[in-house]
């Protein structure tokens, strides 16, 4: 399990959803992951803990100086938002860009990405809204201007949207409407803490709130605390009633009882990740609503005035809410998974965790057709904005797979029980689907690091909320497990008549088919870190993960090693620990890195608002940080 909160609380304590997962002890932050399947990694972090407070500690100097780096990086960045001035204007819609232009492109897409999965709005009723915004006539002397609710929800959507652009907007690069996107996120945070608690109790607020959960999620702005704000979500939908079906409520119009639908799935559907995410309980079960999936419909047929509701169109029909209809089909299994699995003890029989795993498959293969087919996502942006919802609908039900057969896969460290074989198998099939859009990047990531920076990942890979990243993580980390295991496994005997060799082929290339997939996993962290300065444990642990679940495989796969550019070196993990964190130093000083940790060192020599940072005597940060400085300046054009 795993405890934060620091010494002296009373510590949170995950489940089994989450990769920090302890088993039944309370350790240190050593997870289920690295204890049995991985000893020498656990051997490794065991002696980290032990003498990293050692002034002359050696072994480990690397790795403290990227995290000193990484520190004042952090410091930075909270001192920077900290003498800045009033970041939350009383009105918000003086945050509201003044170039149309940003706004459109942001607005484009949301629409085209986001609420085709969870629906949250009402396209054209809001895009009314919006074109009214920009009349002249609602920008003169005597104008009333648009309206908070409109701001806040118009806001939390281009938030939302910051983190898919691909160039500058209206010159404007990404990285800074990420920085606008944290600060519209806590202007709207702070309007709805204004409102009283029955002015919150509405569904405009209530969209509000979902939107900003998105946010959240996409930009990676305290995305850990999803739960606690979906749990409260969850309530204050109960509290207006989105639980019951709005048939049960005479004279509700068939358009506000389809809104009331779509919000009700969306709000349990984000309190489910969040549950997931965080090893923590869902709020509610399957029988505590009894409110109906919505209508597979076009926002352009359910019209505000209209007595009568619009024919629903079939499943097959591809639609702005065919994703969420899809969606709702799995919803009562996955709630049980995520009951079961993050209960303190898990008392299912194995037969039930199979019968959970096959109504997940069986539901799933009833999904539209285009969510579940194999169509890539190429250059053109039309067909990525539809594979963001392909993407992402497998990426919730895979989810949910791994976290169910987790917990057996794991256990195969311990006693290779054979019962546990259908376990092992969907772990790693439901891990390579999870990094199969990776492999869309991996011509132009081979290509050397001087393309790197020109990698274009597909929508659902630049969502930087920890959900994505951990799942993408533990992914990763699955199939390294699986490379030992299957170092471990007893080779069949070949059958008379048999070709070996041909036996020898097929096995040597399912191992080089999983290498392949840890290895793209590998550049996407470092993608994560070179451009957001983020991800900087997943980059080191999955790399010290895959050094050793490499030190394990058999040396008919030398051939890949020796052709493997960055992994070719020793796999002894005292090795690959300080050549991780180099190359985690050396990204993040890359693309202005280097120049915030200048800033930072301003600070600290005018300031004496930063605590000291205790560097191992063996690597001085300064001279570390002048190292890094000339191999970042020498490879400059």
């Not at 100097?61 to 960045?77: C, D, G, I, P, Q």
């Not at 910051?162 to 606008?180: I, M, R």
Request: glycine fraction near 6%.
């Amino acid at each position: 399990m795993d405890r934060r909160g620091g010494p002296g609380t009373s510590g949170e304590v995950t489940g089994r959803s989450r990769w920090t997962w302890q088993g039944e002890s309370c350790d240190r932050r050593v997870s289920l992951l690295t204890s049995f399947q991985f000893p020498d990694l656990k051997a490794h972090l065991e002696e980290y803990h032990r003498v990293k407070k050692q002034q002359t500690e050696s072994t480990f100097s690397e790795y403290l100086v990227m995290k000193s780096v990484k520190k004042r990086m952090r410091m930075t960045a909270r001192y920077h938002t900290k003498i800045q001035p009033t970041l939350y204007p009383p009105v918000l819609e003086t945050l509201i860009p003044d170039d149309r232009t940003v706004a459109d492109q942001l607005v484009d897409l949301y629409f085209s990405t986001f609420e085709t999965t969870f629906r949250i709005l009402h396209v054209p009723q809001f895009l009314e809204e919006y074109n009214d915004h920009w009349h002249p006539d609602n920008h003169g002397p005597m104008s009333t201007g648009c309206g908070d609710i409109f701001a806040a929800k118009l806001l939390s959507l281009m938030a939302c949207a910051t983190c898919l652009v691909d160039t500058a907007v209206s010159g404007e690069d990404s990285q800074s409407l990420n920085e606008k996107a944290k600060s519209w996120i806590g202007a709207v945070v702070s309007w709805v803490k204004t409102l009283t608690s029955r002015a919150r109790l509405t569904l405009d607020v209530i969209q509000v709130k979902c939107l900003l959960l998105l946010a959240r999620q996409a930009v990676g702005h305290e995305g850990d605390l999803a739960w606690l704000a979906a749990g409260s979500l969850v309530r204050e939908a109960i509290t207006i009633g989105l639980h019951r079906d709005p048939s049960h409520f005479k004279g509700l119009s068939p358009y506000w009882g389809e809104i009331r639908r779509r919000l009700w799935l969306t709000i349990i559907e984000l309190d489910l990740q969040a549950a997931l995410g965080t090893g923590a309980p869902v709020t509610l079960s399957e029988d505590e609503y009894d409110c109906a999936p919505p209508s597979n419909i076009d926002d352009e047929d359910l019209l505000m005035d209209s007595p009568v509701a619009p024919t629903p169109k079939p499943i097959t029909v591809l639609t702005r809410t065919a994703f969420q209809a899809s969606l709702a089909q799995t919803m009562g299994v996955r709630i049980n998974i995520a009951k079961a699995v993050n209960r303190v003890r898990l008392t299912l029989s194995y037969q039930q965790i199979l019968d959970l795993s096959e109504m997940l498959t069986t539901q799933l293969a009833k999904g539209h057709p285009a969510l579940i087919g194999g169509d890539s996502c190429e250059t053109d942006s039309r067909r990525c904005r539809l594979a963001f919802r392909q993407s992402l609908f497998l990426f919730l039900i895979y989810r949910c797979l791994l976290t169910l057969h987790r917990p057996f896969f794991l256990s195969l460290a311990e006693t290779r029980n054979e019962t546990y074989a259908f376990s092992r198998q969907m772990c790693v099939q439901a891990s390579l689907a999870l990094l199969a859009p990776l492999e869309i990047s991996a011509d132009h990531l081979d290509r050397g690091p001087d393309k790197e920076q020109g990698t274009v990942y597909p929508y659902l890979l630049r969502l930087r909320g920890g959900m994505f990243r951990d799942e993408f993580f533990h992914a990763a980390a699955t199939l390294c497990f699986e490379l030992r295991l299957q170092a471990k496994d007893k080779p069949l005997l070949p059958l008379p008549g048999s070709v070996q060799g041909f036996m020898d082929k097929t096995t040597s290339y399912q191992r080089t088919a999983l290498v392949h997939n840890v290895e793209n996993a590998i550049r996407y962290f470092e993608s994560k870190v070179r451009k957001e300065k983020q991800a900087c444990k997943a980059f080191m642990l999955l790399h010290m993960v895959f050094n050793s679940a490499q030190s394990q495989m058999p040396s008919s796969n030398s051939e890949h090693r020796a052709s493997s550019g960055t992994h070719s070196e020793s796999f002894d993990l005292n090795d690959a620990c300080p050549r991780a964190a180099r190359r985690c130093r050396e990204l993040l000083l890359a693309d202005g890195g280097l120049l915030y940790l200048q800033e930072a060192e301003g600070w600290l020599s005018s300031s004496g608002g930063f605590p000291s940072i205790v560097c191992p005597a063996s690597t001085p940060l300064t001279n570390s940080v002048n190292a890094d400085r000339s191999a970042v300046e020498s490879r400059r054009p």
